[in-house]
């Protein structure tokens, strides 16, 4: 397993997912302290709101990956820093698989709003507004900022959750490539339309949030240009990968780890022409996962081979 961003450390491991935090999200944490207004009569309760407001974001994540988990995937870290959480999923390539997993995470706050909203009605009828004023204050801001949370992730801009259900559920019908050229463009549009917002509105924050978000989306359309070329390149007949179920391609489009010299992997059946180092298993450029030639072969004449992983 591979260290996430430089800066975080392990907080905690659960379930085989590590949980690491940015340093970042700490100073974050004091300037919100500072920050924190005369609502509470005490610095406690804004460090209880915090704590919360980090618990709500660790859910979410874990809604993601344990959802990418049912489905087959590997989901094994999750990250948080001051502009959110990141569970790094990798479900298998394809678009049901991507739904839920994307799915899941919004789906955390979605079943919070009753159960925040809940606490928030029973505090109001017992008179906490009186009797517990912070309790009271402490209930109504998580059930806001689940709310909030839930709301921001569902915009349909690319790469929120909201943005990568639109690219899911544009999969089924136009497929990987173009399905993903779509919800980037979107995402591109909506991440300026937040940027003009921010200036707008002179929230430095939410800026730059939006020009994260706006770059991610950039990224995203050159990557589904990529995958569209990819696509539209020839094909071995007989042999197919396991996991996305793509056709594997003809030519020189396998670059040797060893001695970087470009080749047709399968052609040669693993072996680099130059410096003849041989690789047992074959790399899939359409989904990035590698498989051993056979099961190449065999995933080309059984439809049902590699679609392992339904969930256990
Ligand atoms: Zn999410
Ligand atoms: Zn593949
Ligand atoms: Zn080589």
Same mark, same amino acid.
């Given at each position: 397993m591979t260290q996430p961003e430089a800066g975080s450390f392990t907080l905690f491991r659960v379930a085989g997912i590590t949980v690491f935090v940015h340093w970042s999200w700490f100073l974050m944490a004091y300037v919100q302290f500072k920050l924190q207004g005369e609502e509470y009569s005490g610095p406690a309760w804004v460090v209880i709101e915090y704590i919360t407001l980090f618990g709500i974001v660790l859910l979410h994540e874990f809604g993601h990956a344990l959802a990418c988990r049912q489905v087959g995937g590997s989901a094994e870290q999750i990250v948080l820093w001051p502009l959110g959480g990141i569970a790094y999923v990798d479900p298998p390539p394809r678009p049901g698989a991507w739904l839920w997993s994307i799915a899941a995470g919004p789906l955390v706050n979605l079943v919070l709003v009753p159960v925040t909203g809940l606490l928030v009605v029973l505090g109001s009828a017992a008179g906490w507004k009186e009797t517990f004023p912070d309790l009271q204050y402490y209930l109504v801001s998580i059930a806001v900022i689940n709310l909030m949370l839930l709301i921001f992730n569902m *915009? /349909?801009?690319? /790469? *929120?959750d909201g943005g990568q259900i639109l690219q899911s559920l544009l999969w089924f019908a136009v497929g990987r490539p173009l399905s993903l050229k779509i919800a980037s463009i979107v995402g591109v549009v909506g991440g300026v339309g937040l940027i003009l917002l921010a200036l707008a509105g002179g929230s430095i924050w939410m800026g730059i949030m939006a020009a994260f978000l706006t770059y991610r989306a950039a990224i995203g359309f050159s990557h589904a240009k990529m995958l569209q070329q990819i696509a539209e390149m020839p094909r071995r007949p007989g042999l197919s990968c396991p996991a996305c179920r793509e056709g594997a391609l003809q030519g020189d489009f396998w670059r040797c780890p060893q001695c970087g010299q470009p080749f047709d992997m399968i052609a040669t059946q693993g072996q680099c022409p130059q410096c003849s180092a041989q690789f047992d298993s074959i790399l899939c450029p359409q989904c990035g996962r590698s498989h051993p030639a056979d099961a190449w072969q065999q995933a080309a004449t059984d439809p049902y081979a590699g679609r392992s992983g339904t969930g256990a």
């Open positions: *915009l /349909p801009i690319y /790469p *929120l």
